[in-house]
């Protein structure tokens, strides 16, 4: 393959990226970010989450291929602004959930949901 | 609690034994290299130069001799004047010749235990540890916890480690060297750090499947702070007033947790399991392997095969979400 035909695929690749990760997904989070802080709040001892080390948990849902959630806990629209709260605190919106309220910020919240939409 | 800046387990801290142990490897390490530079100069010498016999005998006797017997006696000696050191001997007049003909001054040996040295029971277990701190001489039972000690700073802490199963071997490297826990055998081990600070422990020998996940944490803190968290470890708990907590200390006795943990001043008082009477304060869960919070306390409750295969601890699967999370919270204000 040639050089030129490579950089022509590559920039299909990314565009189809591009335009599917448009709507309604968007939120204003840093992706690497939203990864260390999953491993520091260790996540993964309730769900599988890829690209997270050791995250195998099965007490909660796999998460990966979060992006294409229709739905949140099987209930909730899978919105941003609703996953940064279900994150952060989840009874709040689902009083019966095993998910504990965690202490984190709006920010970190906001960047594991980042990472979140980054799984598809 | 979540933040822990731990030093690295190569750094020893200062007035510990490891930092002794420091010393002795480099001076090895050292002392190693350039005699390893000398021999391979000789062998150049030898291979290179032009042969000559005289002093072929001195050459012989010197380096062949003198010169090992000389290091090895020196080195010996020097091994065991930190060995005494380290272990904290009473310091005989011989003894005391020989640790100050090394340069080991009164500073940085480890006293040894006077009948006022705090002592802390630590027991292996497959896979955490639990640890006894006697406030009163010969009682070990009212200050119980696991996986965690706290040292007060500048001040030696007498340990006697022993197991109820297979051998572990407890070893802080920041601290001091390893000492074994043997079936049936109490060794001892005499810790101190002059400085305030948190060391990971780690056991040195093989126990079993889970045995890389057997680690714990030492703090060293001054007197003062040492004694308000004693104090606190000794205290028994109370049947939560608020309706939440009070529901996570219910789910407690509904499930299986009471049959193999203690939780004093309750109704709990199994024994196979840890101690979780002040469960929330520590800096860990399940020895090592997770941070303390109400999300790992609720994964760890329910998934704990998940996270430690093997280890006596079952999943927990009979909880409703909310008891669940009712039941974390609760363990967590344990404090």
Redesign the interface.
């Known amino acids: 393959m040639s050089l030129r035909a490579l950089i022509a695929a590559a920039t299909l690749v990314l565009t189809a990226r591009q335009s599917s990760s448009d709507v309604p997904h968007r939120i204003t989070g840093d992706v690497q970010r939203g990864q260390q802080t999953i491993v520091?709040?260790?996540?993964g001892?309730?769900h599988v989450i890829p690209g997270i080390p050791g995250a195998?948990?099965?007490?909660g849902p796999s998460l990966a291929a979060y992006r294409r959630n229709v739905y949140i806990a099987g209930r909730y629209p899978n919105l941003p602004e609703v996953l940064v709260r279900f994150v952060r605190d989840a009874?709040s919106l689902a009083?019966?959930?095993?998910?504990?309220?965690?202490?984190m910020s709006e920010r970190e919240a906001r960047d594991i949901a980042a990472y979140l939409y980054s799984l598809e | 609690m979540s933040e822990m800046r731990l030093p690295s387990a190569l750094h020893a801290a200062p007035g510990s034994g490891a930092e002794l142990l420091s010393e002795l490897g480099l001076v090895l390490y050292c002392g190693a290299g350039i005699i390893f530079i000398v021999v391979v100069a000789l062998a150049l010498h030898a291979t290179f130069a032009k042969p000559s016999p005289a002093g072929t005998r001195a050459w012989i006797v010197g380096g062949g001799i003198v010169f090992p017997l000389l290091t090895l006696f020196l080195l010996l000696n020097y091994t065991l004047a930190v060995g005494s050191a380290v272990a904290a001997l009473e310091s005989g007049t011989a003894l005391q010749l020989l640790l100050d003909c090394f340069g080991i001054d009164a500073q940085k040996r480890i006293p040894p235990p006077s009948p006022g040295t705090m002592r802390v029971h630590v027991i292996g277990k497959q896979w955490w540890w639990e640890v006894r701190y006697e406030i009163v001489r010969g009682d070990t039972s009212t200050a119980v916890l696991a996986n965690e000690l706290h040292l007060p700073v500048g001040e030696p802490v007498e340990l006697l480690l022993t197991t109820t199963d297979v051998i572990h071997s407890f070893w802080v490297p920041s601290l001091a060297g390893k000492v074994d826990m043997i079936p049936g055998r109490t060794n001892r081990l005499i810790l101190r750090a002059n400085t305030p600070g948190l060391y990971r422990g780690q056991c040195a020998e093989y126990c079993g499947g889970q045995h890389a996940l057997m680690a714990l944490y030492v703090k060293s803190q001054p007197r003062r702070e040492f004694e308000t968290w004693l104090q606190r470890q000794a205290r028994s708990v109370t049947r939560p007033d608020d309706a939440f907590l009070l529901a996570g200390y219910e789910a407690f006795f509904k499930g299986t947790c009471p049959d193999c943990h203690t939780v004093r001043g309750t109704p709990a008082t199994g024994k196979s399991g840890p101690d979780l009477t002040h469960v929330g304060s520590r800096y860990s869960l399940a020895a090592g392997t997770l941070r303390n919070h109400v999300g790992t306390m609720a994964g760890w409750i329910a998934g704990a095969q998940d996270i430690k295969p093997g280890n006596a601890m079952p999943d927990s699967e009979i909880y409703t979400g909310r008891e669940l999370r009712a039941l974390a919270a609760w363990l967590g204000s344990l404090e």
């Open positions: 520091r709040l260790e996540c001892v309730c195998r948990g099965r007490v009874p009083p019966d959930t095993a998910m504990p309220s965690i202490a």
